[in-house]
């Protein structure tokens, strides 16, 4: 017998669909099996290159409870493991470090590769004997995790078996060729964290529809109306929201931020926002980008990583510091202005009558193509 | 120098975790038994240099690899 709600109201056409039933947002059970067929099935951000910026950076990750180690080895590739040795099972890296040489575990030191290969038993074999017929170092390297790089993000695919990131996403990163350009982060203040009350696929849904823009950030009226902004929708992909009025920031001697080199007349006033499922959220603009993360901490609780993306480097345009921040700071603003919708609607999931809810047909695609999504990636893990 | 001595050169090495340091007085601790002709314990301390070489990216990993090696009790490693 199937426990569960039944999906079909949701796979349903937005016209007449419902959203996912309450216990996708407040059941621990569900949420467990969400990480598994949803998170761990796909393609999901764990962190960001720019935290591993140089060769022989590690950073330890709990990926919704698994033990995960970004590395950056001597080629400059990023990397990620399971942070667990081979012998014991003990934590090998528990803190952000640099890595001079190997990885070396703090228990009985065996020790890795930033490649993952086991280079090191020390007295497996007995006191001072460093080797043993039995114990083939070939074979217990760290479990490597399907990973990719993109646009800053680390996507990882716990399960191995979703389809390789270009084929997955190979629509988006066709529509998003013209920003395949270096990417700069703006330094400290680039970055945001925001710990929010709610369960994670209420931020990516809020994320990516206009819907809501004009009642919850009525500072964007004065330039950005509801009519300016289109919804953006690849089934069992990605969806989201573009505007036709991205106005530029510009300091008080009227500069303004370089653009990104090469992009088409489409961006002077165009920016796009699209939630790429599960759970990361990307914005680009003509002289800045953004990528959000969304760690789900548990079924009510997720931590929102943000940062921001320039065309040149702090470095070279110190000129620019000022917008950087100011720039940073309208963003804060905005995503802060979220906050109570996503609480609010986590609280409003314990409403044992509530339905899922209805879709605006003309308003909510872009939602309703998330909760679509969802469903399907549990329909799949439920028939397997 | 005399063991004790160099048993608290380690011992400090240790808790100000100084890699450098480590490497230098187990390799001493090895050189000691291995003239004293005591293989098994110039191999147990010559396994703690290298791997704290090995850890710290330090160039006298190749040549403690090199003498376990000899003494067959590892593999040689590429460094």
């Known amino acids: ?384 | 120098m005399d063991r004790a001595t160099l048993d608290d050169l380690l011992l400090d090495a240790h808790s100000r975790n100084d890699p450098a340091a480590l490497v230098t007085y187990y390799t001493m601790a090895a050189d000691e038994r291995e003239a004293a002709g005591d293989i098994d314990a110039a191999c147990f301390f010559l396994t703690h240099a290298f791997v704290f070489a090995l850890e710290h990216g330090a160039p006298e990993a190749d040549s403690l690899n090199q003498r376990l090696v000899r003494h067959g009790r590892a593999d040689r490693l590429k460094l």
């Open chain 1, 1 to 384: 017998m199937n426990k569960h709600s039944p999906l079909s109201s949701v796979l349903a056409d937005v016209n007449t669909a419902n959203g996912l039933p309450n216990e996708h947002y407040v059941d621990p059970g569900v949420f467990a099996e969400e990480r598994q067929s949803v998170l761990y099935a796909n393609w999901s951000g764990i962190g960001f290159g720019k935290d591993v910026p140089e060769s022989g950076d590690a950073k330890p990750v709990d990926f919704l409870g698994m033990p995960l180690l970004i590395v950056r080895d001597r080629d400059g590739e990023i990397g990620v493991f399971q942070n667990t040795c081979r012998h014991r099972g003990m934590i090998l890296v528990d803190a952000p470090k640099k890595i001079g040489g190997a990885i070396r575990c703090p228990y009985h030191s065996w020790c890795y590769s930033l490649k993952g290969e086991l280079r090191a038993t020390p007295h497996v074999g007995g006191p001072g004997q460093n080797k043993h017929e039995d114990v083939k170092n070939e074979y217990l390297g760290l479990v490597r995790i399907r990973s990719h790089v993109w646009r800053d993000v680390i996507f990882v695919n716990v399960d191995g078996n979703a389809p390789a990131f270009e084929d997955a996403h190979g629509e988006l990163l066709e529509r998003w060729k013209e920003f395949e350009t270096p990417l700069f982060h703006g330094g400290d203040e680039s970055s945001l964290k925001l710990e929010v009350k709610t369960n994670w696929k209420l931020a990516v849904e809020n994320y990516c529809e206009s819907y809501h823009l004009p009642w919850v950030h009525p500072g964007l009226n004065s330039y950005s109306r509801l009519e300016d902004h289109y919804n953006i929708e690849k089934r069992g992909h990605y969806s989201g929201q573009g505007t036709l009025v991205y106005r530029q920031l510009t300091d008080q001697d009227g500069a303004t931020m370089p653009d990104f080199p090469g992009l088409s007349d489409k961006w002077d006033e165009g920016a796009e926002y699209i939630a790429l499922y599960p759970n990361v959220l990307l914005g680009v603009q003509r002289d800045h980008s953004f990528a959000i993360i969304l760690e789900p901490v548990d079924q009510g609780n997720t931590v929102e990583h943000i940062e921001l993306y320039y065309a040149k480097s702090e470095a070279d345009t110190p000129e620019h510091d000022g917008l950087r921040a100011s720039n940073a700071q309208l963003w804060k603003t905005v995503f802060e202005e979220d906050v109570f919708v996503v609480e609010g609607m986590q609280k409003g999931r314990h409403g044992m009558l509530f339905d899922g809810g209805r879709f605006s047909p003309a308003m909510d695609g872009p939602t309703h193509n998330f909760h679509h999504w969802v469903a399907t990636q549990i329909e799949n893990g439920r028939s397997e």
